[in-house]
């Protein structure tokens, strides 16, 4: 009989083993998972909206900005012309300014400026290729708005406060 219980317990005891030994495991995964997801949203906020030093604002609301970069602000407080750079529609920084401080895909927003352009009724922001590009064409154009991450932003250029 003795040989019997050990024998009836023993896949019992394996799979209460195995069942622990394998949530432990699969809490580890989930672990791992859960911090990368962090990370990745960490990495994806280290980025700014930038102006030209010349204008006057230091914060705009979220909606004057979704304003400016679908094209329908088109002047600062002061009268100044707003001139609006953005990088290439596939470019990782585009799309998670778009989807985060604009909450629009980039392929809405491109769907806006098309149908100003094509409209005749506006124009599109100025496309730059590279962030370096961003930086030089912000810091040297009047009334000039864009976005960068923050290990590009220098003293040549304002980061605007969004609220």
């Known amino acids: 009989m003795n040989r019997f219980v050990s024998s009836f317990f023993f ?31 960490r990495a994806d906020n280290h980025y700014e909206v930038v102006i030209n030093k010349g204008v006057g604002e230091n914060i705009l609301s979220a909606n004057s900005l979704r304003s400016i970069f679908s094209m329908h602000l088109k002047t600062w407080s002061d009268g100044t012309k707003i001139r609006v750079f953005v990088l290439p529609d596939d470019d990782q920084l585009h799309q998670s300014f778009s989807k985060e401080k604009l909450n629009v895909f980039p392929y809405q927003l491109r769907s806006i400026w ?50």
């Open 11 to 41: 896949p019992i005891r394996y799979l209460l083993f195995f069942l622990s030994a394998n949530s432990f495991f699969i809490h580890c995964i989930l672990l791992i998972v859960f911090l990368f997801s962090i990370s990745q949203a």
């Open 114 to 163: 098309d149908k100003l352009v094509f409209s005749g009724t506006g124009q599109a922001p100025i496309k730059v290729n590279s962030t370096e590009e961003m930086l030089t064409k912000v810091a040297s154009t009047p009334g000039a708005i864009g976005y960068l991450r923050r290990a590009n932003i220098n003293e040549n250029v304002k980061v605007l406060e969004i609220k």
